[in-house]
């Protein structure tokens, strides 16, 4: 099927909508929270009940890192075990989602600052099925993971989102998958059992995150390093914090901001999480 063909073929099964899907950033954590029945995958759970039933899942996953951007467009993608040292019933889950290589080609014709590449090799890492597996456990949603171009700045993320917009009214639900504050080198490792533990640099921003997205100050989110003087201990990386840009350029001025699972956890992470609209 040509480019063209793929486009029709896909907006005549996504019709607009008159109202839009909501966007989620999710703080996702352990690998081990697609498994484990906690707190934070029995709210994923209860937002697949609750939201508008989507036609397709597309997740911006912390841990599908490109040199340009790439978006998957197999049928279906593979489960992907990103990941080392864990019990070997994680391994063996899979999410046998199916793929839509015409929401991808859709995808691709939405963006005119740069050329997305269509994929056929990633797949679901674990940044996207351990939070979509609980949402939509029968599998039968397609999803579809856009990569995060690692070479660009958070402000390229933001500008990028902004041309995905129309798919919100398409009934396609956008999740960026990731952890606002992520230091895996500081994690206190004795106080994962410790309710909301967090050290006082994360607690820091973890309010000022909230904060900053309360009050919808999208430029000093962008420009995160000048936040505070933990802002480099909470970041050390940008990969879990690129999500969210994501989430913060598709969201509308009018869109409803709640926040959940906003809990620290064992010093240096936290899985604070928004719904937009």
């Not at 958070?154 to 990028?160: D, R």
């Not at 969210?244 to 240096?268: C, E, P, Q, W």
Request: charged share 20%.
């Amino acid at each position: 099927m040509s480019s063209i063909a793929a486009f029709n073929a896909f907006t005549r099964d996504l019709d607009e909508q008159d109202t839009r899907m909501p966007v989620l950033f999710v703080g996702h954590g352990s690998p081990m929270n697609g498994i484990e029945q906690n707190e934070f995958s029995s709210y994923w759970q209860k937002l697949g009940k609750e939201l508008p039933v989507p036609k397709a899942v597309l997740v911006v996953s912390a841990h599908w890192l490109t040199r340009g951007t790439h978006i998957t467009a197999m049928d279906p993608p593979k489960t992907i075990h990103d990941f080392g040292g864990f019990p070997n019933e994680l391994y063996e889950v899979q999410y046998p989602a199916p793929g839509d290589p015409l929401l991808a080609s859709e995808t691709k014709e939405l963006v005119k600052s740069t050329d997305i590449g269509l994929d056929h090799d990633w797949g679901l890492d674990h940044g996207a099925w351990t939070v979509v597996k609980w949402m939509y456990p029968d599998a039968t949603i397609p999803v579809l993971q856009l990569s995060i171009d690692y070479s660009k700045p958070a402000e390229y993320h933001y500008n990028l989102a902004k041309e995905l917009v129309a798919l919100r009214k398409k009934g396609v639900l956008i999740i960026g998958s990731g952890n606002m504050v992520h230091n895996l080198r500081m994690i206190a490792w004795d106080k994962f059992d410790v309710p909301n533990y967090g050290y006082d640099w994360a607690i820091e921003m973890h309010e000022l995150f909230k904060n900053k997205i309360s009050d919808r100050d999208d430029k000093a989110l962008i420009n995160y390093g000048s936040l505070s003087k933990s802002a480099s201990l909470a970041i050390p990386t940008p990969d879990h914090y690129f999500p969210l840009m994501y989430t913060l350029g598709l969201k509308d001025r009018k869109d409803d901001i709640s926040f959940f699972n906003d809990k620290l956890v064992a010093g240096s992470l936290n899985m604070t999480s928004v719904k937009f609209g």
